[in-house]
Every structure is written in C-alpha cells, then in structure tokens.
C-alpha cells in the first residue's frame, strides 16, 4: 500500500470511527430523552392532581397570576413566552388560560389592578395584580369577539403600573401600594406583564422598562450570601432599612421566575440584537440564584426555605420553581447553564413528585396566609403559589425532554 493510499485508508477509519461514536452519543442522547419522556407520560397523573388542587385554592390576585401562568404553560405551551407563538394567534383558543384570566378582569379594580375585587377588596399590592396581565393581554389576539374587553383591562393595568403605583427613590415601581417597598416576589409579578405588553406591540421602551425594573430590584436586593450572591426578601425604601433580609429560598425563585420571562421575552421580539446585553445581565442574574440556591441542596434534595434569615426547614415550592427555571435555561441558554443544572433539577424533581400527596398537595412547604407577618416561617398544608410551582417544574421538564 502506498503512502497516500495508506493516508487515505487512515483518515477513513477515522471518519468512520468518529461517526461511529457520534452516532453513539446519539443514541445514548436519544435513549436518556426517551426514558425521560416515557417517566413524564407516567408522572401525567400527579401533575392532574397538582392542577386540581391549585385550582381549588386560589384566593388572592398573586395566586390567580401565578396560577394562570402555570395553566398557560401546561395547557396552553404554545402561546406560552417559552412557546411557539407567543404573541401572535395561531388558530387555537387558550380556553384554560382564558377562562382563568376572565375572572381577573371580572375582579378588576376601579384603579386597574386586576384580580382585586375579592373577599374586603384590595389586597395592598402594587404589583401583585398584573402576574395575570399577560393572560389577559393573550386573550386581546386570541379571542377575537372580547378584543376591546381584554385589551382594556390589560390596558388599565399597564397604566397602573407606570402611572400610579408608588416608586422607590431610584424609580423602581414599588411592589406596595400604601409604603414604597422592594420584595423578591415583585420581579414575578410585574415585570414580565410589562415585556409582554411591549413584545405583542413590537414597544421597545416597554422592554426596556422590564429589564430596568429587574435591574432595580435586584441592586436593592443582592446579598453577599454563605452560597453565593443572593436576594434578600423585603427591603423598605421608605425607612431605608430591611423589613426581612433573609434569603428566602421563595424569594429568589420569584426572582428568577421574572427575569426568565423578561429575558426570554425580549429575545422572541425583533429588538433582541439590540437588547443583547440586557438578555445576558438577566441571564448572568439568574444563574446567581440557581447556583447559589442549588449549592444550599439539602440531603432530601429539596432547598431550604431560608438560607439565612429563617428557618432552614426543606421546601418544595421554592425547589420546584427553581428546578423549573433550570430547566427552562438549560433548554434555552446552552451554552451558559450545562446539564449540572438538569441534573440538580432531576433531583429535585424527584423529591418533590415523591412527597406530593394523595391529596395533590406539594409538601413540605412555607404557610403563605397565615398571622402574625412574616407569613412564610413556618410549615404549611396548602399553597396555591406551591401547586404552580409544581405544575411550572413538570411543564418545564416536558418542554426540556420534548415529551
């Protein structure tokens, strides 16, 4: 055999070689994703169960919201942020999402707050009532005989929230009407509404509110943590003091649920290349949290409610928002979140599935309505911001698997 040939003989068992194994990784790729998908089908179940419960508790104007965006995301994915269409119709009626968001507008505030009027009316948050403002918005392109009834609900509550809620000395929108406050939880509730509002109306400067308020919330909030960089929970900029500095494991899931939304938002629009710098700080921001909230798992393999600040008891609405972020970026952000994340997330998954009760309830969990404030130190039964969590987690891993 002559040296060329025998180059060519060489370079050809090598090609052949690495097909081989590329074909290999394949395989064992595909065989993970089809074990998966055949563990989600059977775990259907459960996730029925979490999202009769869910349904069954809500009784404020964060637990509508928050109960709607689990809804949206796993009965309705493709009109979802994460989904396919997100902004425009594509011939399917949301009937789940919608039916959830009509009862907010229904509830509406004179002022535009949405899922108010309930119980003594008025529930003192500023931000609270738009986390069903993006449900609402969706219902203006996808139920063409209501267009005026949901556009001028989403409409009051957009202008609520640049208008009239109170802000902080650096012109963040308070997430409390009466004081002017920063809590973790507001990053969920107010500001994906806003970067949805501005993709669906192609508005620039609406995005660019929502990353602004992201950043604001989280210069007041950052903590040098024992884990990492994490958020504090409730900080007053009226007495500039810290109503609860403890890193709240809840607290910071509603913080990256947030800037998820607005990150992957903004990038579904045509101002993405423009607004690349945005994506990343949000993305750099939610990474913080994942890393510094998974680096406090627990043996049980669930987060604690406090890392520090309040008791460390393990919770499993915290981890399963968590785990569902970590999902969501490791599907969409690659080459930033690697499959550590997903393993950290299968872990949780499991644990929380596994306790999850013949009830559909998730446990352990924080007491989210009970007295005397703070409301979230101790142990609960039920928690509608808990089931969606749940529910978000099981959307996510199925969206991740392509299930």
């Known amino acids: 055999m ?14 052949k070689l690495a097909v081989c194994v590329w074909s290999l ?41 928050t109960a709607v965006g689990a ?70 392109f ?38 002017r406050q920063y809590w973790a939880d507001g990053v969920y509730m107010g500001f994906p509404f806003i970067a949805y509002f501005g993709a669906v109306t192609n508005n620039a400067t609406l995005l660019q509110i929502a990353y602004d308020q992201c950043r604001l919330y989280r210069d007041a909030l950052i903590l040098d943590g024992p884990t990492g960089k994490l958020w504090g929970h409730i900080y007053s900029d009226d007495n500039k003091t810290w109503i609860d500095e403890g ?10 649920l947030g800037m998820l939304r607005v990150a992957v938002t903004i ?43 309040g008791p460390s008891f393990p919770d499993a609405a915290s981890s399963a928002a968590l785990a569902s972020v970590a999902y969501r970026v490791a599907h969409l952000f690659p080459q930033q979140f ?14 929380v599935v596994g306790n999850v009760t013949n009830l559909g309830t998730l446990q352990p969990i924080a007491d989210p309505l009970p007295d005397p404030f703070p409301y979230w130190n101790q142990t609960g039964l039920l928690s509608t911001e808990s089931q969606a969590f749940g529910l978000m987690m099981l959307s996510a891993w199925r969206d991740w698997i392509g299930a």
């Open 338 to 351: 690697d499959t550590n994340y997903t393993h950290v997330a299968a872990k949780i998954r499991d644990a």
């Open 142 to 179: 996808t139920d063409a005989s209501r267009h005026n009834f949901w556009l001028n609900a989403a409409n009051a509550q957009l202008n609520f929230l640049l208008n009239v809620a109170p802000r902080t000395s650096t012109g963040a929108i308070s997430h409390r009407i009466d004081t």
């Open 247 to 256: 890193i709240w494991g809840t607290g910071n899931a509603w913080a990256a």
């Open 25 to 65: 990784l394949c395989l064992g790729a595909y065989a993970t994703h089809s074990s998966d998908a055949s563990l989600y089908q059977s775990k259907l179940w459960v996730a029925g169960n979490i999202r009769s419960v869910m349904l069954a508790s809500i009784r404020t104007s964060w637990e509508q919201g």
């Open 71 to 140: 809804i949206l995301e796993f009965d309705d994915p493709e009109y979802s942020v994460f989904g396919s269409s997100p902004f425009v119709c594509d011939g399917g009626f949301p009937l789940s999402t919608l039916q959830l968001a009509y009862s907010a507008v229904v509830r509406q505030s004179p002022d535009g707050r949405l899922s108010q009027e309930v119980g003594d009316a008025l529930d003192g948050a500023a931000l609270d009532g738009a986390s069903a403002g993006s449900a609402v918005l969706l219902g203006s």
């Open 267 to 309: 990038r579904k629009t045509e101002h993405c290349s423009e607004m690349a710098s945005q994506i990343a700080n949000l993305t750099s921001w939610i990474k913080e949290i994942l890393d510094g909230e998974f680096a406090s798992l627990r043996s049980d393999n669930l987060v604690p409610n406090y890392i520090t600040g």
């Open 2 to 15: 002559g040296p060329r040939l025998y180059s060519c003989f060489i370079i050809m068992r090598q090609t």
